[in-house]
């Protein structure tokens, strides 16, 4: 009897809740409607965004100067969005000989890159159960 009342005091106290599942929104603005797709990722680690492994992404293409990527049933966490616009094609954020971007980017929060990107904690957003949203402006 006490084995079996110990088992049940496990399952029911000694197993965490799955996390809720939640919906993220990025309306990116600045976009230059009908000059190439925009490229919308989700990374959940610092680590993944350093070495560009995302989450989830998007492609979109743009009838006007502002679309929005939704991401649904996404475990409750942190999760940093990046974004930029692929003017000619080739699916790669393009950058200079000094390793500047020549295409419009952005980040959530609307963080600011200088001489790189922006830490992951001034892009992250908290994601719960509640739908979370972020506006990101692209660069000229």
């Given amino acids: 009897m006490k084995t079996v009342s110990l088992m049940v005091a496990l399952v029911l106290f000694g197993t965490a809740a799955p996390a809720s599942a939640g ?5 990116v603005r600045n976009v230059k409607p009908e000059q190439g797709r925009v490229m919308v ?4 680690t610092a ?4 070495k560009d492994r995302r989450l989830v992404g998007q492609m979109l293409v743009p009838a006007a100067a502002e679309v929005t990527a939704v991401f ?3 475990p409750a966490g942190r999760y940093v969005v990046a974004v930029y616009q692929d003017l000619n094609g080739n699916e790669s954020l393009d950058r200079s000989i000094l390793g500047m971007p020549t295409e419009p980017y952005g980040f959530s929060r609307d963080a600011v890159a200088r001489f790189g990107p922006p830490a992951f904690e ?5 994601l719960g159960a509640a ?4 506006v990101i402006t692209l660069t000229p």
């Fill in 47 to 50: 680590d993944g965004f350093r």
């Fill in 131 to 134: 739908p979370v949203a972020t």
């Fill in 41 to 44: 990722g989700v990374f959940d």
């Fill in 122 to 126: 001034e892009m992250a957003l908290e």
């Fill in 23 to 27: 919906e993220l929104r990025a309306t």
């Fill in 72 to 74: 649904t049933d996404l």
